[in-house]
């Protein structure tokens, strides 16, 4: 992959240089700008056009999931990678976040290799969660799929993708919707790891989400739980 290009936002000028400096010490990885607020943060994506945003939700002028929305909303910001870098980490706040339009949920206590790879997976088009945001959002999906009415059943659509799953896929599809890793699915159903991955993948791709909080969102709603 080509450099990736980081917009850092934080009101606090140490926490955005020490971020700096972390990002900055891997290769592949440019920072090309600063932000103290929110409000700012959306000029300086229009000006400079960033892969990715590394964003905070409490800031003054514009909060984080105010100035998402805004980048959400505008044809000029709407496709760059967000990844939410925050000390809060309460169910409201990845919740909002991510409804916002947030890629990615990330504390700040991740290590530098996690911060990385989170910056690189939500440059290549994909989501990054940690422990804590998967648990909520999973957690969130499963109870609101028990709570839906007749009227949010699955459309004829979404059972058509889920009929298109093989067995396998199935079976690891449910696990996925359960919170599960890769690494705990591969334990309980006796394959790989690798081989997991291969059928998160597929399922993804049937299902025609982009990633593994998707993935959870279509499969609870055409069906696929741990009681099929």
């Known amino acids: 992959m080509s450099?990736?290009?980081v917009l850092v936002v934080d009101d606090q000028v140490m926490i955005r240089s020490g971020i700096r400096a972390l990002l900055e010490t891997g290769s592949g990885v440019e920072v090309v700008g600063e932000a103290a607020d929110g409000h700012r943060a959306v000029d300086m994506a229009r000006a400079l056009a960033p892969d990715v945003i590394l964003m905070d939700l409490r800031m003054p002028v514009l909060d984080g999931v105010g100035?998402?929305?805004r980048?959400?909303?505008d044809a000029a910001t709407?496709?760059?990678g967000i990844l939410v870098l925050t000390t809060f980490d309460t169910d409201q706040d990845i919740l909002a976040a991510l409804r916002a339009g947030a890629n990615g949920f990330l504390g700040k206590s991740a290590d530098h290799e996690e911060l990385l790879q989170a910056v690189e997976r939500v440059a290549a088009g994909g989501s990054s969660l940690s422990a804590v945001a998967t648990d909520t959002v999973v957690g969130h999906l499963t109870r609101t799929a028990h709570r839906?009415?007749?009227r949010d059943a699955a459309s004829p659509e979404d059972l058509r993708k889920a009929g298109s799953l093989t067995s396998r896929e199935r079976e690891v599809t449910v696990l996925v919707t359960r919170g599960l890793t890769n690494d705990a699915i591969a334990e309980r159903l006796f394959i790989s790891p690798l081989t997991v991955k291969t059928h998160v993948n597929r399922a993804m791709s049937k299902m025609h989400v982009r990633d593994r909080a998707q993935l959870v969102v279509a499969a609870l709603r055409a069906g696929l739980r741990d009681d099929d």
Do not use: K, M, T
Request: aromatic content about 0%.
């Open 3 to 5: 450099v990736v290009r």
């Open 67 to 69: 100035a998402i929305g």
């Open 71 to 73: 980048l959400r909303a």
């Open 78 to 80: 709407a496709d760059i």
């Open 148 to 150: 839906e009415r007749p």
